[in-house]
């Protein structure tokens, strides 16, 4: 009905790529100690919306945890689907800080930050690429983090997750470069990492006040 792909590695996987190398040397599964939960599919059209997703996230947990007890963190390595539609929605003057603006300024005269993304291969400029990642994550992680639609995360996949209880744990630059990643999330992608003695608790408080738990690195990175 459902199933979730999860690739077993050492520490967190920040870029999908990567992790998809079907010419990387294969890891014993003894050596790993990072579950990487990277693609939850409902194979049942007719299923959708019905919410299997959480049950079967803590299924797959505890199933590795019994077969693979080196296994100690257990995380996602997620799309960021909706924040260029939310980006594109913002003007400049709610986007950037003066500081940002000036720095983006050495590198492109823009009007807009939203210029830039016309040119789908822009981050293979070096520098414009390093001058846009600090402001990109900051706003990644805002969006992530306090953007709200009513009672829940702005973005789906980040709702879906903190709803079972994982946090925001991590932004990945450039994590994922395919036409898709570049045109959702600016090739964007986050950890939730599901702490295990933290889900119960962050999910209660997630569906009680919508309040999203994240890392300390995460909100550091907002200021």
Do not use: C
């Not at 979730?4 to 920040?14: E, I, M, P, R, T």
């Not at 939850?40 to 959480?54: E, K, Y």
């Not at 939310?86 to 300024?105: A, I, P, T, Y």
């Amino acid at each position: 009905l459902i199933f979730v792909q999860v690739a077993l590695v050492k520490n967190l996987s920040g870029n999908i790529q990567e992790l998809l190398d079907e010419s990387a040397p294969l890891m014993n599964s003894h050596e790993a100690n990072t579950a990487i939960f990277y693609s939850i599919t409902n194979a049942q059209m007719g299923l959708a919306g019905v919410g299997f997703g959480d049950f079967l996230i803590k299924r797959v947990v505890a199933d590795l945890k019994d077969e693979l007890p080196n296994i100690k963190t257990f995380s996602t390595l997620s799309p960021i689907p909706g924040f260029m539609r939310w980006l594109h929605k913002q003007s400049d003057e709610d986007l950037l800080n003066e500081k940002e603006r000036q720095g983006l300024s050495k590198h492109i005269a823009f009007t807009e930050l939203k210029d830039v993304f016309e040119k789908s291969n822009w981050y293979e400029n070096k520098e414009l690429a390093e001058a846009m990642r600090k402001p990109l994550s900051r706003l990644a992680a805002q969006y992530l983090v306090n953007e709200k639609r009513i009672d829940r995360a702005l973005d789906p996949v980040a709702n879906f997750h903190l709803n079972n209880g994982a946090r925001v744990e991590r932004i990945n630059w450039l994590a994922d470069i395919s036409e898709k990643g570049m045109r959702e999330s600016a090739g964007m992608m986050v950890n939730y990492l599901y702490k295990l003695d933290e889900i119960e608790h962050n999910h209660e408080t997630y569906r009680e006040t919508a309040v999203a738990k994240a890392s300390g690195t995460v909100m550091n990175s907002m200021k």
